[in-house]
């Protein structure tokens, strides 16, 4: 049970990928990180860099690359609107192409390999919760495609690799995920509430902030990640992977307000195109199938991030695109 594992992150520099890579150190494998840095910055895994058992590369996923490991984490994709909206191309080759080299690498070394897939393939869901058999609701020609129809095409691809050749797959669907270093200016809601509240700037809602999303703490996250990976290799998934709890986009607000304890107002944007209205995971499968539920109730994740924060120099991140 705990061989010591060559295991590979792709996309191990970023929010979710750092967490990830440092679990995995802790548990004893040999970790290798890969990232290009697209959306990312060395200092998320500096602290790893000392340790035996973590190599650093830096490398772009959309190329091949040729290493030995018993099994691969795909995380290497930008995740939030305006990164994966600056070069939409560029968002939707590292989806497919990203898939096809680690698949053909997972194929060569018998290894397991897990995507992270996301509940942006339910895209703007019909369905509440949504369960993995809803098909979804995605505009495949707007400007959230390259981002919705890349991770769907990755899973089609993900799936065609187990039918055809038997590789060894599991796919995740991972709904919002926040934490510590999350980049301060990926515009993701929470990373854009905590910064905008401690630099002393109002708080920007978008519409009349009724719409509302579930939020899950990374280290929740990561746990069901590692569950996924060790399953039975009877379940690729696809499984949800969330917190049900279910916020208005208001009540986020009003929160950050009071756990930064900013002076902050909350000022109304109009709503970007294709936004979702409601996203809330059901996460009977994971339940089922991984034993696993999330245990970090919001504040408490929330205070964490803010602690974090408070810790880093926001200036000293520069934002990785021009929209943001
Ligand atoms: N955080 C969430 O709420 C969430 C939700 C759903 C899915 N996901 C998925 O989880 C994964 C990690 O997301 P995150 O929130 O940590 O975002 P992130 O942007 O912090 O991490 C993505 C990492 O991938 C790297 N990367 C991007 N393109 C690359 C390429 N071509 N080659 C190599 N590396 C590349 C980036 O530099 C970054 O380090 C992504 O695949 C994302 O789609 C995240």
């Known amino acids: 049970m705990n061989r010591i594992k060559r295991v590979l992150v792709t996309g191990g520099a970023g929010f979710l990928g750092s967490h990830l890579c440092e679990r995995l150190i802790q548990q004893g494998h040999d970790v290798i990180c890969l990232d290009n840095f697209f959306t ?6 500096t602290h790893l860099l000392d340790c035996p058992n973590f190599e650093l ?3 772009d996923i959309t190329v091949p690359i040729w290493l030995e490991v018993d099994e691969i984490f795909n995380l290497a994709c930008p995740a ?12 939707i080759k590292t989806s497919v192409m990203g898939a096809i080299n680690v698949l053909g690498m997972a194929k060569r070394c018998r290894a397991r390999v897990l995507q992270a897939s996301t509940s942006e393939v339910y895209g703007d869901p019909e369905v509440h919760p949504q369960p993995e058999e809803y098909r979804g609701s995605v505009n495949p020609i707007g400007p959230r495609a390259c981002y919705d129809e890349g991770k769907r095409a990755a899973e089609t691809l993900f799936m065609d690799y187990y039918r055809m050749n038997r590789v060894n797959i599991r796919i995740v669907r991972i709904f919002n995920t926040y934490g510590p270093r999350m980049h301060p200016y990926d515009g993701r809601v929470i990373s854009n509430f905590i910064r905008q509240a401690l630099q002393g700037e109002n708080v920007t809602v978008f519409g009349d902030g009724g719409q509302t999303r579930s939020f899950c703490y990374c280290d929740d996250l990561v746990d069901a990640m590692i569950r996924m990976m060790n399953a039975p290799d009877d379940f690729t998934g696809p499984v949800n992977i969330g917190n049900p709890g279910e916020f208005t986009i208001l009540e986020l607000a009003q929160l950050v307000i009071e756990l930064t304890g900013a002076s902050s107002k909350i000022v109304h944007a109009p709503l970007p195109q294709d936004d979702p209205n409601r996203r809330r995971p059901d996460i009977r499968l994971a339940r089922e199938k991984l034993d696993w539920e999330p245990t970090v109730p919001l504040r408490q994740g929330l205070e964490k991030t803010v ?3 408070r810790s880093i120099r926001i200036e000293d991140y520069r934002p990785p695109t021009p929209r943001y």
Not at 40 to 45: A, D, P
Not at 80 to 90: F, L, R, V
Request: hydrophobic share 30%; aromatic share 16%; no cysteine.
């Open 307 to 309: 602690d974090w924060f």
């Open 80 to 91: 939030a609107p305006g990164h994966y909206q600056y070069n939409a191309i560029k968002t």
């Open 40 to 45: 990312s910055q060395k200092s998320n895994v």
């Open 57 to 59: 590369i830096r490398h």
